[in-house]
């Protein structure tokens, strides 16, 4: 399954995140469904301004696949 969303996080509201005191995040997909995922997977997009974007998220089973920015 593939699920679409946009994220603006800055990096002190990512920082529990990344600290590993909040495990998952939950997002409200364009599909309009809400969907959790390890929070880990957002790393590799930090920044310093935090982590924006849009985002394709890819499930199978409701097993985590893989995370991709799209813009």
Wanted: aromatic share 14%; glycine share 8%.
């Amino acid at each position: 399954m593939k699920y679409s969303f946009r994220l603006n996080i800055t990096n002190q509201e990512y920082l529990p995140y990344y600290q590993g005191r909040v495990q998952s995040i939950i997002v409200m997909t364009e599909q309009g469904v809400k969907v959790e995922f390890p929070a880990m997977h957002l790393r590799n997009y930090l920044t310093g301004h935090g982590i924006k974007g849009y985002f394709c998220l890819q499930t199978q089973n409701n097993k985590f696949l893989s995370l991709d920015k799209i813009s």
